[in-house]
């Protein structure tokens, strides 16, 4: 009978427990026989293992932080960035509706604003626990809301109001919270208080005319208040046209433009510290032809210069000019036209008569308003 192999093994060290345990050189000396060609397996299966397999990102919207509120009247209007990122700084390609949260409360209750993040946490779990899911934008609601890189709803004070009488001055929290990703929720936004109040009286006596550098409004204001300033073509599509509120009882609007029938309006708008602004109701409207009948701006920065035979001209462009004219007299004679319908800044004299030369250039509008001259004189080696 053919003996037994004798094996002579070591005892193994134990093998180490980190993710790279398996990828080290083992002791393979102390080994031998079969024992060390199984361990060897053993240990190549195991090299390239890294660690144990990450768990997967999960996608949250990242909270709204720049939710602000202002009361227009009888409508408290609500905006803020449209969600863009997630919580991992990823790009939020997946939103999918944004929920709008209300709380009323007592004011002489409710907390003011925290100071930390507990605070301000305890403030959120308050206004979920108290109030109510008052609108869900989806698909159509996110277009419609959409201005540019904010989004804008508008909550009616009228219906809240019918919804809480009250004898004690009420505060109305807002807090937005933005559902993406298969309907995971993200933090509840910063929250924005409303005292909703009276809105001020409009401004009175509303007064525009017009004049050569645009629509002069004039207006009495009421108890002193700041105002803005809107404007329609039409007298229903009203935009805001003063970024300012406006402290005086006068303004230019210098970005009218002329031959168009212009409608102008008033809000008066009062903040009181540490609220949200007001901004009141409408006054009535007032309207004005503005003719084009003014003439552009007279050309700046003109120079003349001789080169040579030839005189050079150059201006700096006119806002409101469609050509331009250019005029040329000598001593003692009436000016001339040179050039008319000209679309460039600059016009090159290639015959200019002997002796120094004064040349005018006009800016023409679209409606053949022209401007007064600019003026420039060259001769033969200089230029004034």
């Known amino acids: 009978m053919a003996s037994r192999p004798q094996y002579q093994v070591s005892q193994a060290p134990a093998i180490p427990s980190s993710p790279h345990a398996?990828?080290?050189?083992?002791?393979?000396?102390?080994?031998?026989?079969?024992?060390?060609?199984?361990?060897?397996?053993?240990?190549?299966?195991?090299?390239?293992i890294k660690g144990p397999p990450l768990p997967p990102v999960i996608r949250i919207a990242d909270p709204t932080r720049d939710l602000t509120v202002f009361q227009n009247d009888r409508e408290a209007i609500l905006s803020w960035s449209y969600p863009s990122s997630t919580t991992s700084?990823?790009?939020?390609?997946?939103?999918?509706?944004?929920?709008?949260?209300?709380?009323?409360?007592?004011?002489?209750?409710?907390?003011?604003?925290?100071?930390?993040?507990?605070?301000?946490?305890?403030?959120?779990?308050l206004l979920?626990?108290?109030?109510?899911?008052?609108?869900?934008?989806?698909?159509?609601?996110?277009a419609a809301a959409t201005r540019g890189s904010k989004l804008e709803?508008?909550?009616?004070?009228?219906?809240?109001?019918?919804?809480?009488?009250s004898d004690q001055e009420l505060?109305?929290?807002?807090?937005?919270?933005?559902?993406?990703?298969?309907?995971?929720?993200?933090?509840?936004?910063?929250?924005?208080?409303?005292?909703?109040?009276?809105?001020?009286?409009?401004?009175t006596d509303l007064v525009a005319e017009a004049e050569?550098?645009?629509?002069?409004?004039?207006?009495?204001?009421?108890?002193?208040?700041?105002?803005?300033?809107?404007?329609?073509?039409?007298?229903e599509d009203w935009r805001q046209i003063?970024?300012?509120?406006l402290a005086t009882g006068e303004w230019v609007d210098r970005s009218a433009a002329q031959g168009t029938a212009w409608n102008y309006r008033l809000r008066s708008t009062v903040r009181r510290e540490g609220r949200p602004r007001i901004v009141g109701e409408p006054g009535p409207p007032t309207g004005l032809l503005y003719p084009d009948i003014y003439p552009p701006a007279t050309p700046i920065d003109l120079v003349c210069l001789p080169e040579g035979t030839r005189v050079r001209l150059r201006w700096r462009a006119v806002d409101q000019a469609k050509t331009y004219r250019v005029y040329r007299s000598t001593e003692g004679e009436v000016p001339s036209i040179l050039a008319d319908d000209l679309e460039l800044s600059q016009y090159e004299d290639l015959a200019p008569p002997p002796g120094t030369s004064t040349y005018d250039v006009t800016a023409i509008d679209a409606?053949?308003?022209?401007?007064?001259?600019?003026?420039?004189?060259?001769?033969?080696g200089s230029s004034q």
């Open 153 to 165: 709803w508008h909550d009616n004070l009228d219906l809240w109001r019918r919804d809480h009488p």
């Open 367 to 380: 409606a053949g308003n022209e401007s007064s001259p600019a003026s420039c004189t060259a001769a033969r």
């Open 89 to 125: 700084g990823e790009s939020l390609y997946d939103l999918e509706s944004i929920e709008i949260w209300r709380a009323t409360l007592l004011e002489v209750e409710a907390p003011p604003p925290g100071e930390d993040h507990r605070d301000r946490d305890l403030n959120r779990q």
């Open 128 to 142: 979920l626990s108290n109030g109510e899911l008052v609108a869900e934008l989806d698909e159509a609601g996110l």
């Open 171 to 203: 505060i109305v929290w807002y807090a937005v919270r933005s559902v993406c990703c298969r309907g995971r929720e993200s933090g509840l936004s910063n929250i924005t208080r409303l005292v909703p109040e009276p809105s001020p009286a409009p401004p």
């Open 22 to 48: 398996l990828c080290y050189d083992p002791p393979m000396k102390r080994l031998t026989g079969p024992t060390a060609a199984l361990l060897g397996l053993i240990v190549l299966a195991g090299c390239g």
């Open 212 to 235: 050569a550098d645009g629509i002069r409004l004039t207006w009495v204001p009421f108890d002193e208040l700041p105002v803005f300033v809107e404007r329609s073509p039409d007298g």
């Open 242 to 245: 003063t970024p300012k509120s």
